[in-house]
């Protein structure tokens, strides 16, 4: 059971390349997200999944697209990267309908954008 | 919308003594889970604690204690006995519930506090 696996663990880019961050989930979770970690903010959410075919807006989605063919993976695309996506990227699963509510987060990917 | 403070860039203590770490939310929602998660160098998310909102009593798991006061709209985390293996980032989350108690899968961060523990 590896939980939740995000894909590359680091990243360097140049301002306008274009990337997609990885993220696989295999505890059949209906909820996926991404998250964005800045100095001094905490997490932000980008965009998030309820179930495969279903995606929808964070706080900060500009700059980001997504989509869930399946309920394992949700990628995070990057079409044009910019300086201020330099972050940390957290992608994250839960269950819809259990009691307990929790999410559960992989280990991140540094991203800087040059 | 939700929001979530932590009123404590930093806070640090020595090993074997207990601190408390403040947060405090806004919401117009009567149904919600609390979460306190540590963040430490390596940089995984880890959950400490966990609080339903409809529950009065205050979540507990060994070391770690949280003193929830829903009217004040204010969650705390204790640490008792403090570790070298404590020091961490400690970010405060919020997330909304329906009147069944399933979450909207979405979480809403305080902006953390970093703990030191000191031998």
Redesign the interface.
Known sequence: NAGVTQTPKFQVLKTGQSMTLQCAQDMNH??M?W?RQDP??????IH?S?GAGITDQ?EVPNGYNVSRSTTEDFPLRLLSAAPSQTS?Y?C?S?Y??R?????Y?G??T?LSVL | AQT?T?SQ?EMSVQEAETVTLSCTYDTSESNY?L?WYKQPP????I?VI?QEAYKQQNATENRFSVNFQKAAKSFSLKISDSQLGDTAMY?C?F?R?NAG???Y????????TILTVHP
């Open positions: 209906e909820y997200s998250y001094g903010m905490g997490l932000r959410l998030y309820v964070g940390v957290f994250a839960s819809r309908n009691g307990e509510n929790i999410q987060f280990a991140g540094r | 979530v932590q860039p889970y979460f390596s940089r995984q998310m959950l966990r970010f989350a997330m519930a108690g399933t979450s899968g979405k979480l809403t961060f305080g902006q953390g």
